[in-house]
Nanobody
Framework: QVQLVQSGGGLVQAGGSLRLSCAAS????????MGWFRQAPGKQRDLVAS???????NYADSVKGRFTISRDNAKNTVYLQMNSLKPEDTAVYYC???????????????WGQGTQVTVSS
């Protein structure tokens, strides 16, 4: 099956930048969807950005112009470049993929383990 491993994140001052990575391991036939979600303490998990297999992107209004989602199909990896970070961006960030395993070729949803992003003022 598919496993997602996240990297990046950490502590940064307001106005700074961070880059998150999420790599899918395993025998993957295709990835139909990649996305980033975040969840602040006491809050629900919300969509931050997503990208489809066709390259179409979608961003939450709160991050438009500051965050950029990208992918490397050869590496089965999705990235989230976060610029001009604000304290309100502080949350645990999770990557999500809709992928098909090589053997079954049936789409399934996979989640990364989460990465803490803390932005200080």
């Amino acid at each position: 099956q598919v496993q997602l491993v996240q990297s990046g994140g950490g502590l940064v001052q307001a106005g700074g930048s961070l880059r998150l990575s999420c790599a899918a391991s395993g025998s993957i036939f295709s990835i139909n969807y990649m996305g980033w979600f975040r969840q602040a303490p006491g809050k629900q998990r919300d969509l931050v950005a997503s990208i489809t297999s066709g390259g179409s992107t979608n961003y939450a209004d709160s991050v438009k112009g500051r965050f950029t989602i990208s992918r490397d199909n050869a590496k089965n990896t999705v990235y989230l470049q976060m610029n001009s970070l604000k304290p309100e961006d502080t949350a645990v960030y999770y990557c999500k993929m809709a992928a098909q395993a090589m053997a079954l070729r049936v789409p399934s949803i996979y989640w990364g383990q989460g990465t803490q992003v803390t932005v200080s003022s």
